[in-house]
């Protein structure tokens, strides 16, 4: 009977709907304000995301306060890739280590790598996995800073640095 | 439902106020007349005009969103006010309100001297979130996450319409209610009943994909839909507008997918897409209705969730492969030892697969992160050693849920039970049962949802069978890294015998059954569930009986009939005190989308009497 009440719980819980708050951001931005904590780790955080129920980042929700970062919802464009390194690390690690996939593919477009590029810029990354993702808790700062030196170390990638 | 009847009252009260109470504006002019009939205009205010009486109620519930003190019922006097306060306040109002200055600028000729480049706040925003097209988004249904069922849509607005890489930061807007994490009753109540404030909320795609994409493993279908860039600006500078708006949000009617009707309704009035609902929005209903006005969807992309990839990557792996990777990160050291072993084609297959099994565990809280974070960085180092990139994974791709059938059913036919006839009548007011046509639907899942039967027998005689609440079934068959969970849960009504009195009654039924399901073959699949059960009636002793029971059946899906066997056993020892015990097939023909026809037949034991039902009927899905 425990065992099922157990059960009739776990059911109850998944029936209860996964919403929450997380507060506005507040302050400027950059590495350290509440927007760029840094994202830590390897592997998937989804649940960093969501185990406070929050559905994705509120901060960024049409209701929340300007913040240095981002104005209603939208992320300012000097830290637009940094963002999206900084929430997407860990898919971004997995098609890095691959060489190919849709994280990959969106940064790419995000830094305006051109076609003929494209496999040079993602074999450079993917050969220098260990470089980028340096640790088991590396966070996205490092990640950001050790991907330009990576590209910048290629000459034929060098301006695509800048553009990270 | 109750939420419109709360609106529908406030806006037959106000409509008095309104009649004897508004004072008409002197700046009433003919052609702000004309406009405020516009429906770019109403549209812009999220009116709806009244049911039983004349006039206007907009849906926007907060006070200051208006500029004139019946803004909210009036459309006239909102527009007249907007024209005199644009003038009074000079541009940093109209800043505010970007759409409406457009609309004024275009029909009134007025302000024509106002620039975007005057609002710098509007113009960066603008800027950044660089719409140049529009995507219709639709995450389906996963049943074991029964607060998805229905589906539900919200909007991408693309940067790079033509390039799909673009697609994954682009913005998206999605309405939603805030909650504040209330546990699931309490939402179900306020959410029913309209205590929440909803909002639109503007967040990168990425976002809301790990959301209902990776966490909640639901399929999402794209459908890039054709609009002009004129009436994409215009959406979002009414975006602007829309900021800390609030909307009360009510889960039937007034929902996620009935307001952004009302946002499709601003891209183009013309299709006056949200008053073709009412009292009952279920959101692939919505989605029909878009994609019924011809050429307005260019493109449809399927966006398989982390969960369906991992199921194609573990089908498409040899069995021995499959042994390795899950060793890799349940015992990492005889893992890591035995793809040292592999060919390195099979490597980067262990290891892609290892690792997206390790994905799966910590999106499923499975595994501790001190556990995950070092398992990832070693596996994915050792993934980037390896030369290759990963052959492409290969996704069934499920059927489009605009082809499916439509949510609501009725039922006409004939029943012979206990030797007798009877003409039997349906009403399904939702969505989805296991036998229905599969297309557009995940296979093994059922919500059925207010589902009536009644009977009229030969001495004509009308009488209501059964009346369902709800009757959820998920039947998920798992693989060999999962096993989820398989469950049936059952609320309502259902005529049967009580207490030997040879007798049949109205009796109140719960059920809850867990699980497990086992596939057969592609299309086939097996379950057994045990459960609780208990019924309600004052003819039973102690007015009630429970107990327990189990239920196993086979499900299959052929291509042109569906088919379900099932037993169902059931001890009743608490209160009144019986077995009932009922076995039974059925047989479903899709005969187009619209129409099924099924033959049932079943025999069936309670208390002492056994008796056979046959039935025959024909469904029509509207």
Redesign the interface.
Known sequence: MEKFMKKLLILLALIAPLTAFAQDDVGTCGWGSKLFEGNRGLAPKVLAVTTNGSSGNQTFAMTSATSGCSRDGVVRSNWKTVYFIDQNMNRLARDISRGEGETLASLSQLVGVEKADQVAFNAELKNNFSTIFASENVDSKSVHAAMKTVLASNQSLANYSNNL | MSCSLSRLTAGFFLHFVLVFGAVAESSLTPEIKELAKDPQWLALLHYKSNTLTPGYQSFIDTPEFFLAEDGARNPENELAATVKKFESEGIKLSCRYPARLNLIQAKLKLFLDRKVADCP?FD??Q???AAKGVTLIFPASFL????SAFGHTFLRLDQ?PK?S?????S?SI?F??????E??LI?AFKGIFGFYNG??????Y???V??YS???KRDIWEYRLDFKQKEIDLLVQH??E???INFNYYYFDENCSYHLLGLIDVLRPSLKLREKFNNWVIPSDTLKAIAKNKDLVLAKIFRPSLSSKFNAREASTPPKLKVIAKERILKPEAGEKEIATLSLEDKITTL?LA?DY??YL??G?KIP?DK??????????E???LG???PELLVPKQTDPLDSHASQRVAYGGLYQDKKYYQSFDLRLAYHDLLDSQVGFIPGSQINFMDFNFLLDSQQDFSLNRATIVDLVSLSPGNYFLKP?S?A?HTGFQREEVNFSDQTKLVYKNE?Y?GRSTKLNEGNQVYLLGG?ANKINTYFENNQATGGGVKFGWLGYAKSFNYLTEINYNRYFFGDNHTGLKYGSKLNFPLNKDWNFRLEIAREKDYQETFNSYLMNLYYYF
């Open positions: 706040e960066e925003w800027g950044l979130i074991n996450n029964p607060a790079d390039n890489k673009a697609d994954y930061y913005y999605n939603s209610a805030h909650t504040f994490g546990p699931g939402y909002y639109f909320k503007v967040a990168p990425f976002e809301l790990k959301r990776d966490l909640e975006l602007w829309l900021r800390n892609d690792y390790l994905d910590v999106v809280d992160a995950s974070d070092p398992l990832a960085f070693k596996l994915l180092n993934r980037s050693s290759q990139s990963s969970l469950w849960l809850l867990l609780v």
